[in-house]
């Protein structure tokens, strides 16, 4: 049943590209040297979001792995399964943190004055993060009813698969919706990043 599961179980493939973060240029003077520098800053918590996903990511494939290989959970080999497991609820609660920590960069900008571009770019930003957020949290819950039924197997009692898959196509589902959403935040972003001149975004084009 477990290795069934893991059919649609795919969601962080897509998370190493699900945030591009912001990095900065040279600031000219007032506020807007100031929103460039917090973006630039922005730029730097960014790379420990980029390093977190990329661990949660080879932990997912780690477990798809494992699930694959182990048929019947037992209590002799619960233990397998569920350490892998707790160690993807760290780095989800990793990936959140350091997401939390680039926001606050993005949020000094909505701060300033007279700089509405930047904060119209900070502001897709944040809520890109929040996006981001919101689906690793979504991954961790996918891992936490295989983990579940894990447990029950290992107990010996009867799983119901038409329940399971159900909340792993309610999961799925609830994934695709926030990874549109963050691409359009992107986007749009993007957009405004190219306005402003904001070398980074020039790269990603």
């Known amino acids: 049943m477990i290795g069934k599961a893991l059919k649609k179980s795919a969601i962080l493939a897509a998370l190493c590209v699900a945030v591009a973060l912001a ?3 040279l600031g000219c ?10 973006l630039e800053a922005g730029h730097e918590e960014g790379l ?11 932990k997912e494939k780690e477990l798809d792995q494992l ?10 080999n619960l233990e397998t399964i569920r350490k892998p497991y707790l160690e993807l609820v760290e780095l989800v609660g990793a990936v959140k943190a350091s997401a939390e920590k680039t926001k606050s960069q993005y949020v000094k900008v909505m701060k300033l004055k007279d700089v509405k571009d930047y904060k119209d770019y900070a502001s897709l930003k944040i809520k890109a993060l929040d996006l981001l957020i919101k689906e690793v949290g979504l991954a961790g819950d996918l891992y ?19 329940a399971v898959n159900n909340s792993i196509d309610a999961i799925i589902a609830e ?7 963050i691409a359009k935040a992107q986007k749009d972003a993007a957009d405004i990043g190219d306005k402003l001149k904001l070398e980074w975004e020039k790269v990603k084009k």
């Not at 699930?67 to 002799?76: L, R």
Request: charged share 35%; glycine share 10%; aromatic share 4%.
């Open 48 to 58: 420990e979001v980029s390093k977190n996903l990329e661990k949660l990511g080879k």
């Open 23 to 25: 990095a900065g240029a």
């Open 175 to 181: 994934v695709a919706k926030v990874e549109k959403e």
């Open 144 to 162: 936490a009813v295989f983990n579940k039924v894990a447990e029950e197997q290992a107990a010996g009692r009867p799983v119901d698969e038409a």
């Open 67 to 76: 699930y694959q290989k182990t048929g019947q959970v037992t209590p002799e």
């Open 29 to 38: 003077g007032g506020d807007e040297s100031k929103a460039r520098e917090s």
